[in-house]
């Protein structure tokens, strides 16, 4: 009988020290803005979990309404202004005016802003194509650019639309519209002095609409209806192949790129605080802070779901507060205050690192804080897994 007591009294004991499934093995706690975002950055090969959200918001109907009103109008929209984009470069051929190259300009910047919300939908189905790389990958290949100038006696959209990703696009455009000096007459006596400059001009344009038309075709309910697949993958974040997860990682990682890559490496934030104005996007056209707000813009329309049901509803509905405010507002208030700091910036981005970096720094800071606001207290409250690509850290 002794034998048997203590017999029951280890089982009880062993069974005490196991350890249960339930527990959490990592997870993102909400934090403050002011957090360092190398504080929850990991490399390209881990993954922060954060607890299953267990809610009853329904998420299938925030999809579709982010993919009614906001994915599939911004691909339509950048279809359409890269086709304006065409039409423009083929009035410059027939009749190489200065006019005619400043409205080519113009139009090459409308396609640039519209672009930008176009880099938050790139999910894995997208990432997948080789389409995208080739429409906005900075800097361009210029010595391979001149050399298919040189070389080449007809060039066509065809042929553009199989060299590398360096070599076309709107970084290319930039590169033959464009003069360091802001020189339209150098522009235009380039343009006219090898008629293959002027076709790649043209060929580059269509190939950058055949693009657009080809991403459209992929998300459009008239196309392949990738939208209706991707709203029918609705689960909780924590499932790294849910439409929720895939979203929010896309929305998290190009802020980080901003972040750290458009914003951080021209200010100098990636080499001891030394400006390198030549790593601003667009130096020749002086568009990348333009670009830079369009893409904040695009986030705060994608995070509130425009006029429909978006992230703030489903935070809103969790009833996560922070700092004694909703954490929906605040990401709100947040992406305004970002964008108004970045619109203060008086000069383009490659000028004002150098010659106003406060301004510069200013911006940084508040899109550093919308960052760790996305990337933490979203991303925790709402259980998403994040994987992060080789820009994490600060």
Known sequence: MRYLCYLCVCIVLLGACTPTAETPTSTVAPTSPDTPTDVVATDTTSTAEASETDDNFDRQAMLQNLTDTVIVPAHEEFATRTADLVQATQTLSDEPTEANLEATQQAWQEALIAWQPLMLYEVDNIRLTVTRSGINKWPPNTEFIEDFIAERDDIDAEFVGGVGATSRGLPALEYLLFDPAGDNAAVLVALNERPQRMQYVVATAQALNNDAENLLQFWSPDGENYAAEFVARDSSGEVMQS??????????????????????????????????????????????????VSTIAAFQKTFTGDAGMGFDDYLDSLEIDTANEPLAERIVQQSESTIAALEAIETPLHVAVVEQPEQVEAAYEEARNLLVLAKVDMAGTLGVTLTFGDTDGD
Do not use: K, W, Y
């Open 243 to 292: 439409a929720v997860s895939e979203l929010s990682n896309e929305l998290v990682n190009t802020l980080e790129t901003l972040v750290q890559t458009r914003l951080g490496d021209p200010l100098g934030r990636s080499n001891g605080g030394e400006a390198q104005p030549e790593l601003a996007e667009a130096t020749l056209s002086g568009a990348a802070l333009p670009a830079i």
